[in-house]
């Protein structure tokens, strides 16, 4: 019973030196940790930031799209096919976001050519 009692507490005792010492570690590495974070690239970078506008530009229509903004009517066509395809309110998309798509294919749609 007794070698049990000893053997529980060093094994406590190691397990708090091997806590402190790992936390004196992390404190001295924290700067590198730092720097090395900085150089990851951040998530959603590559993406378009910022709201829609209050009304719709023929460049905003374009990256909502995914088209040129010089783009012929079967591309757009098919450019909002494919979203409302993903994005319709009946299978769970946004009422706000198929609108814009909607609102996008008119506005190209009405100054693209054939």
């Known amino acids: 019973m007794a070698s049990s009692m000893v053997a529980v507490g060093l094994t406590l005792a190691a397990a708090g030196f091997a ?9 001295h590495m924290e700067p590198q ?18 709201g829609f506008d209050p009304k719709m530009t023929k460049r905003e229509a374009s990256l909502v799209l995914g088209v040129s903004p010089t783009a012929n009517k079967t591309k757009i066509r098919e450019a909002h096919r494919k979203l ?31």
Do not use: C, W
């Open 19 to 27: 806590g402190r010492y790992a936390m004196q570690a992390m404190r």
């Open 84 to 114: 409302m395809i993903l994005n319709h309110p009946d299978r769970g998309g946004s009422p706000y976001i198929a609108a814009k798509i909607n609102e996008a294919k008119d506005l190209l749609d009405g100054q693209a050519k054939k």
């Open 33 to 50: 940790v730092k720097q090395a974070m900085k150089s990851f690239p951040t998530f959603g970078s590559g993406f378009y930031k910022g």
